[in-house]
């Protein structure tokens, strides 16, 4: 939806994408809103972050490595990329730079990556008829999707 708006990626990570797809629906309707059109990488990718926990650091390089190699066309167009996870954000704030620093585009990439609230502020005020406000957007989330959606009983593929 949104096609030919701004885009934006919405990197969404396994916990959402297979325990709590709902969660990830109500961001892209909340970036929708505000005007976007929603980006998801396919097929779904891993950030690695429960890899560094373990000391699997080369592993966890091949991932990044990985996303890059997937993620080159949007890179290069200056695309802004939203995560719901804020472990995965710092993944690519953060690992990516020291793992990657050589990289210009892991680089250019760390430096558009945004949570959903600060992407939210980032692009300044929703219009009315949007989802949600800057202010309450995680709230709306939590309270119109999270309680009512599944339980991580029943883990299904978003998408």
Known sequence: MNVGRPPVILWLDTFNNYCHP????????VLEAA??????PRPALCCGRPL??????????????QILAALRPT?????????????CVSVFRDDLKRMLGHDAD?????RKVFTLAEFSVQRGPFPATSAAAP????????????NSGPTSSSCVPWG
């Open 135 to 146: 202010c309450c957007t995680v709230i709306v989330i939590r309270n119109r999707f999270w």
């Open 75 to 87: 890179i290069a167009e200056d695309i802004s990329m939203v995560g719901l996870e804020p472990s």
């Open 35 to 40: 005007g976007c059109e929603v980006l998801v």
């Open 52 to 65: 560094y926990d373990y000391g699997m650091l080369e592993l966890a390089r091949s991932k990044l490595l």
């Open 106 to 110: 892991a680089q250019r990439l760390s």
């Open 22 to 29: 709902h969660v990830a629906q109500a961001a892209v309707e």
